[in-house]
């Protein structure tokens, strides 16, 4: 498998009137394409700092990050991003919502328009194009939320607590049904997560951070020996009761 985004020795501070607040201190790791990652780490520590900077809307102070071996500026790679509320438009319908990205960037050509159209339709919001998003339930405008990044054709996704708005019950059916879609479309993908189960459920490898400023505490493969390897039929394993314990143990020593 080939190696889509690298980051070494990355330093991050945020600068305002009342000083320094470091964020991250030495963060290296790579990603192979196709790979499922989840980040966790006690809340502030600086887990959405480092999605910012994988995304480019902020620059390390220290270290580089590569993407497909190219310096995130001189890469084409395409990014998605998802975050924890859906932003879709209220006066947009459904279909209009999912374009809208397409609109912006000049890309809204037929064969996008298709692939859309067809986006909608395999994940089952299909008579719901013409809807509000006020007419669709909290899992399924997240599902639209993610039509919406996919069919920007993204390299990468990046997922920022994309479940944390919804209750508990729906947010184990969409995060089953997401992260089974990411795994469908061959995605590569970095959830950051407070949630250790939704992590142990949908990633290849976790990363755990320290408290901030952030630094890799543990890399954690997860390895499970189902038939079919779903998110839902993970949490029913003893591994994954034992990678719980593992994480857990390992955040609450770091505290
Ligand atoms: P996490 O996603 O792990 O909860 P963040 O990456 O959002 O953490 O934030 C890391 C730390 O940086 C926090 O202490 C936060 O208060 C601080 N921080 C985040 N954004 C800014 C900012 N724009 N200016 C100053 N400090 C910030």
Request: charged share 25%.
């Amino acid at each position: 498998m080939e190696q889509i985004l690298e980051l070494k020795h990355i330093h991050y501070a945020y600068h305002n009137m009342d000083g320094e607040t470091p964020a991250l201190t030495d963060i290296s790791f790579a990603i192979n394409e196709g790979e499922f990652i989840a980040i966790v780490g006690p809340s502030g520590c600086g887990k959405s700092t480092l999605l910012s900077l994988i995304a480019g809307l902020l620059e390390p102070e220290k270290g580089l990050i590569k993407i497909s071996g190219k310096y995130l500026r001189e890469s084409t790679t395409n990014i998605g991003y998802m975050l924890q509320h859906d932003q879709l438009f209220e006066w947009r319908t459904i279909y209009n919502n999912v374009i809208l990205g397409l609109e912006v960037q000049h890309m809204l050509t037929t064969k996008a328009k298709a692939k859309a159209h067809e986006l909608l339709a395999d994940y089952g919001l299909k008579q719901f194009e013409n809807a509000k998003p006020s007419e669709l339930s909290g899992g399924m405008r997240q599902r639209a939320a993610l039509v919406r990044t996919l069919v920007l054709e993204p390299d990468i996704l990046l997922l920022d607590e994309p479940f944390s708005a919804l209750d508990y019950q729906t947010r184990l059916n969409v995060s089953d049904d997401i992260g089974q879609i990411i795994r469908r479309e061959k995605k590569t993908a970095i959830l950051v997560t407070h949630d250790l189960s939704e992590a142990i459920s949908l990633a290849d490898r976790v990363i755990i951070l320290s408290k901030r400023p952030a630094s890799i505490q543990q890399t954690l493969p997860l390895i499970f020996d189902l038939e079919k390897d779903t998110p839902l039929n993970r949490r029913n394993t003893p591994e994954f009761k034992n990678y719980f314990n593992l994480i857990w143990k390992e955040l609450n020593e770091n505290d």
